[in-house]
């Protein structure tokens, strides 16, 4: 059964930082790009930051570059995102999203995180 679980989502202030895990399971995760999404309030679902079909280089939104990064550990099936120097504009719902490197394999998504940046 196939899993896909973000934590780490909080309540913080601006110029923060927070670090969002994604835990995956039942399929083969190093067979995967893994990528962040969010969707903020009112607004759709948006690309943030994640590694492409190759699997070891980053595309970054331009809302991301120069405070969050990715990175994954293959061995503990977990992507990160770390994201520093926070804005109340980043508030969202922050989604981790599984892309088979194979085309015609199954996208997987997680359920979401809650950040929330305020004072």
């Known amino acids: 059964q196939v899993h896909v679980v973000e934590s780490g989502g909080d309540l913080v202030e601006p110029g923060g930082s927070l670090r969002l895990s994604c835990v995956a399971s039942?399929?083969?995760?190093?067979?995967?790009?893994l990528k962040w999404y969010r969707q903020c309030p009112g607004k759709e679902r948006e690309f943030v930051i994640g590694?492409?079909?190759?699997?070891?280089?980053?595309q970054v939104a331009d809302s991301a570059k120069g405070r969050f990064t990715i990175s994954r550990d293959n061995d503990k099936n977990t992507v990160y995102l770390q994201m520093n120097n926070l804005k109340p504009e980043d508030t969202a719902v922050y989604y981790c999203?599984?892309?088979?490197?194979?085309?015609?394999?199954?996208?997987?998504w997680g359920q979401g995180t809650q950040v929330t940046v305020s004072s």
């Open positions: 039942g399929f083969a995760f190093s067979s995967y790009a």
């Open positions: 590694f492409t079909s190759g699997g070891n280089f980053a």
């Open positions: 999203k599984a892309v088979p490197l194979v085309s015609g394999e199954t996208i997987y």
